[in-house]
């Protein structure tokens, strides 16, 4: 039981390419998320899915485009990367309702230049 | 908006010393998650709070949830440095059955425990 995985672990990107994140979970959670973090600002919620072939955006959601074509993975694309999009990107899941617990996973350290 | 505040931001103590940190909300709290975050890696949950008045340990940290369910404590005793890192509140303002399921943070305290 891997828990949630996250690839690549760190990346360095020149601003207007782009790039996929990928998020893994192995315990049939509903729920995914995308979080950044940044000094200062706490956890932002970027994008979310309440389940396969679902998403929504979260607080923070220009620049970047999700999908859930399956259960297990959710994807952060970025099109355009800009030096505002520099961070630490963490995926999380949970099961389903309030109650239970967010699993994270160890995040993805993504520098544009 | 940011729903969940956080005190201090930062704290350093020396070892063998205890400390608390606080996370408060203007919402109730369905749910209140704490977390620990070393440099460089994930978040690692620490404990889960539900009911008000609700109190948890686990070896030598002990958390709780006020009867009001607005405020949450995060308390460390004989603190080490293995006890440094990030601490960071987590919270369901939603009540059990929303679609939506997130959590709000707060904006973490950075725990400095020197020899």
């Known amino acids: 039981n891997a828990g949630v995985t996250q690839t690549p672990k760190f990346r360095v990107l020149k601003t207007g390419q782009s790039m996929t994140l990928l998020c893994a979970q192995d315990?049939?959670?509903?729920?995914m998320y995308w979080y950044r973090q940044d000094p200062g600002m706490g956890l932002r919620l970027i994008h979310y899915?309440?389940?396969?072939?679902?998403?929504a955006k979260g607080e923070v959601p220009d620049g970047y485009n999700v999908s859930r074509l399956k259960k297990q993975n959710f994807l952060l694309g970025l099109e355009s990367a800009a030096p505002s999009q520099t961070s630490v990107y963490f995926c999380?899941?949970?099961?389903?309702?309030?109650?239970?617990?967010?699993?994270f996973g160890p995040g993805t350290r993504l520098t544009v230049l | 908006s940011q729903e969940l505040e956080q005190s201090p931001q930062s704290l350093i103590v020396q070892e063998g010393k205890n400390l608390t940190i606080n996370c408060t909300s203007s919402?109730?709290?369905?749910?209140l998650y704490w977390y620990k975050q070393k440099y460089g890696e994930g978040l690692i949950f620490l404990m889960m709070?539900?009911?008000?008045?609700e109190e948890k340990s686990h070896e030598k940290i002990t958390a709780k949830l006020d009867e009001k369910k607005q405020q949450s404590s995060l308390h460390i005793t004989a603190s080490q440095p293995s006890h440094a890192g990030i601490y960071l509140c987590?919270?369901?303002?939603?009540?059990?059955?929303?679609?939506?399921?997130?959590?709000?943070f707060g904006r973490g305290t950075q725990l400095t425990v020197w020899p």
């Open positions: 999380a899941s949970r099961f389903r309702l309030a109650g239970d617990t967010q699993y």
């Open positions: 315990m049939n959670h509903e729920y």
């Open positions: 899915s309440v389940g396969e072939g679902t998403t």
């Open positions: 919402k109730t709290l369905y749910g």
């Open positions: 709070l539900q009911k008000g008045g």
């Open positions: 987590g919270a369901d303002t939603s009540a059990r059955g929303s679609t939506l399921g997130r959590l709000y």
